[in-house]
């Protein structure tokens, strides 16, 4: 979501570093995270954005944008908007430790930056956008240490998180470690509540 408002301020030639004009443009947003099944689309101003927001161009000005206080101050409203009576799966720089501090389950996910700039290469090469792989890893570089210094809400693991090392593990790697751990998680909560049913069940059947 950071991207979007990114993406728009760049739309609107209002520059990132501009905390003030980006705060006073934030009326202007309609922002929105919709899900369709197991997909989450990003929706600005009627929009869907989902690939808009994944540039050179946001990549280079989000950490500028998301350290403005007006806009996490929305951004995160907007976000457990989104999770209200419902379950989601959501990912981002501080969702487990500043939007969703209670969420039952949380994974800090890392990886070699080298591994992640080659991911990202890729992923821009799929929609024809064709970047160095030095300055990807540059730009990453220089996010994680503008986020990770910032003094709000600032990019660090919850002290409940899992730690991923996703350097050597495939998407459906992941996927599979995530999903198991919340079978476990599952089977923990409701492992009680069975056994209570048990319990009645053969209370039932010794009296009849």
């Given at each position: 979501?950071y991207?979007?408002?990114?993406y728009h ?7 990132p ?13 309609d ?20 690939q808009?927001i994944?540039?050179p161009?946001?990549?280079e ?7 403005i ?5 929305m ?5 457990r ?7 989601v ?8 430790t500043v939007?969703?501090?209670?969420a039952e ?14 991911r ?6 799929a ?8 300055t ?8 994680d240490?503008?986020d ?5 809400s ?6 409940d998180?899992?730690?991923?090392d996703?350097s ?24 009680p509540?069975m ?14």
């Amino acid at each position: 979501m950071y991207r979007a408002v990114t993406y728009h301020m760049l739309r609107q030639n209002i520059t990132p570093a501009n905390s003030e004009a980006v705060a006073q443009e934030l009326s202007r947003l309609d922002l929105r995270v919709v899900f369709n099944g197991d997909k989450q689309r990003v929706i600005l101003n009627g929009q869907d954005v989902n690939q808009e927001i994944r540039t050179p161009a946001v990549n280079e000005s989000v950490s500028q944008v998301s350290a403005i206080p007006a806009v996490r101050r929305m951004l995160v409203k907007i976000q457990r908007q989104s999770a209200e009576n419902q379950n989601v799966v959501l990912e981002g720089r501080d969702i487990g430790t500043v939007v969703f501090p209670a969420a039952e389950l949380k994974f800090f996910m890392i990886a070699d930056v080298r591994i992640r700039a080659q991911r990202r290469q890729h992923e821009l090469e799929a929609r024809g956008i064709y970047q160095n792989l030095e300055t990807i890893e540059q730009d990453l570089i220089e996010r994680d240490k503008v986020d990770s210094s910032r003094s709000l809400s600032p990019l660090k693991p919850a002290t409940d998180a899992i730690e991923l090392d996703t350097s050597k593990m495939t998407i459906d790697d992941q996927v599979a470690v995530i999903v198991n751990q919340a079978k476990q998680l599952n089977a923990k909560e409701e492992g009680p509540l069975m056994a209570e049913e048990e319990k009645k069940d053969i209370d039932r059947k010794s009296v009849v």
